[in-house]
């Protein structure tokens, strides 16, 4: 199959044509803009809608509006306009109503900066809206990645009528890489005869909504989505792990900071030490099983986890899934600047020091 160069956020907006999306509804914002740029050329091209909304507020509701109507609809953003989404995001989760939400991080807090980090790991995985709700969050390290996730996405929120997040940072939308445009399988999806299309002869008007006055009626949804976030949790859990057969320190990162210590890992061989990487794919559901497994490996000595945050999000995971078996170190820089291969080798060095 052959090859061709893309840059990250153009071949988003392609992966998105390719999976059948309907419908993008977005706002300008660095470095996330050539998206939306993309799809305002090529998705009516091939039948579908797109509006440059006047706000991210404005977008995701009109995501919900298409989406509760049956089409594969489709919103991306960088942070900030991702913190202005929330609020239909959680209701999206709320009235069950699948849809795709591509977030190309940028630095923190507020406005912060427009160079690539991960500070929104909280938001993504924890919800950044209000209420009991989950998301799938699917963490790609290239752009091969990214292409094959976003066109997946569209089927896993069918499957479970339920938003989907693709968390990449921002590097990731700016690079260009050598791409395949590879068919990635079809689910055998439910029929949409939830959705709020018309009558089309029911008996019945399909009704999308997440108020529940009645406290009962409340607390049943939820236990309902209990449920599904349960089933979610079982079958889309995802992970990589590189030379961890024999690692007497695991890295765990995502993203570019993933690739970062793939080149760590060479140097640190090449030197005596044996360093393996752990990768989460899925950030939510995290594979903290996996995680812990590998943790409890008497070959295993000390964890070092490296993210583009200040003082670590995903740390809180490690944490979780590790569950005190071995130390946990941490390495990470914020703001848009990126953990270097030699502070990477410098951290997993003095971890294994303090652990001997």
């Not at 706000?55 to 989406?67: H, T």
């Not at 260009?176 to 029911?202: N, Q």
């Not at 690692?247 to 995502?254: F, K």
Request: aromatic residues 6%.
């Amino acid at each position: 199959m052959a090859k061709e160069l893309w840059k990250g956020n153009e071949a988003i907006a392609e992966a998105a044509i390719r999976a059948g999306c309907d419908c993008f509804f977005g706002y300008p914002i660095t470095p996330q803009s050539e998206v939306p740029e993309y799809m305002s050329v090529h998705l009516p091209q091939h039948g579908g809608v797109f509006v440059q909304s006047e706000s991210e507020v404005a977008a995701i509701n009109m995501v919900y509006g298409a989406a509760g109507s049956g089409m594969r609809a489709m919103t991306s953003s960088s942070s900030p306009g991702i913190s202005l989404k929330q609020e239909g995001i959680t209701y999206l989760a709320g009235a069950e109503v699948p849809a795709v939400i591509v977030n190309c991080m940028r630095g923190g807090p507020g406005l912060g900066t427009i160079q690539p980090a991960q500070g929104d790991y909280y938001q993504a995985t924890r919800g950044g809206g209000n209420g009991d709700y989950r998301t799938v969050v699917l963490a790609p390290s290239n752009v091969q990645e990214t292409v094959d996730f976003v066109q997946e996405a569209f089927d896993i929120a069918d499957q479970y009528r339920n938003p989907v997040v693709v968390l990449a940072d921002g590097l990731i939308g700016q690079m260009m890489e050598p791409i395949e445009w590879r068919e990635v399988p079809k689910r055998d999806l439910p029929p949409k005869d939830w959705a709020a299309c018309g009558r089309k002869g029911r008996d019945h008007h399909n009704v999308i909504n997440s108020l529940f006055i009645d406290p009962e009626e409340c607390n049943q949804l939820n236990n309902h989505l209990t449920e599904k976030y349960a089933e979610m949790a079982k079958n889309e859990v995802r992970w990589e792990e590189v030379e961890c057969e024999d690692a007497e320190l695991v890295i765990t990162a995502y993203g570019t900071p993933a690739r970062i210590a793939l080149t760590a890992l060479e140097t640190l061989r090449a030197e005596g030490i044996k360093a393996g990487l752990f990768r989460p794919i899925t950030l939510w559901p995290f594979p903290e099983k996996a995680l812990h497994e590998l943790a409890a490996k008497e070959h295993v000595k000390a964890v070092l986890d490296v993210e583009m945050s200040s003082t670590g999000q995903m740390i809180d995971d490690v944490r979780l899934a590790v569950e005190g078996q071995k130390p946990i170190s941490y390495l990470g820089q914020a703001g848009g600047v990126m953990p270097t291969v030699e502070e990477m080798i410098e951290s997993a060095k003095k971890a294994l020091k303090e652990v001997k």
